[in-house]
Nanobody, 129 residues
Framework: QVQLVESGGGSVQAGGSLRLSCEGS????????MGWFRQAPGKEREGVAVIERDGSASYVDSVKGRFTISRDNAKNTLYLEMHSLKPEDTAMYYC???????????????????????WGQGTQVTVSS
């Protein structure tokens, strides 16, 4: 059974930084694409950043230049470095992974939550002004 466990969320002031981690286990096939999604109260879940096995990545415009996604395939761990945080970054952040069967370009995967078959429980990020 696949499990994705996020950690690293918390409360910071605007301009601060956080690093999220997501440890995966139980994969039958190594995911092609993994990513971070977020959902703020009253809003739809949106893609923040996704990354392929080869390191190619795609970001939503609002975080470009501030967030960096990375993955350690040997450790089955996904990361999200977040800098210059803004109050509008406040949300529950979810880790997601595809099933490792169908390969989708990261540019498409970012906006296609249905591509991801595995999801974590989420970690809260709160940014105060």
């Amino acid at each position: 059974q696949v499990q994705l466990v996020e950690s690293g969320g918390g409360s910071v002031q605007a301009g601060g930084s956080l690093r999220l981690s997501c440890e995966g286990s139980g994969y039958r096939y190594t995911p092609y694409v993994m990513g971070w999604f977020r959902q703020a109260p009253g809003k739809e879940r949106e893609g923040v950043a996704v990354i392929e096995r080869d390191g190619s990545a795609s970001y939503v415009d609002s975080v470009k230049g501030r967030f960096t996604i990375s993955r350690d395939n040997a450790k089955n761990t996904l990361y999200l470095e977040m800098h210059s945080l803004k109050p509008e970054d406040t949300a529950m952040y979810y880790c997601a992974a595809d099933r490792g069967v169908f390969r989708m370009p990261v540019s498409q995967a970012l906006g296609n939550m249905r591509h991801f078959g595995y999801w974590g429980q989420g970690t809260q990020v709160t940014v105060s002004s």
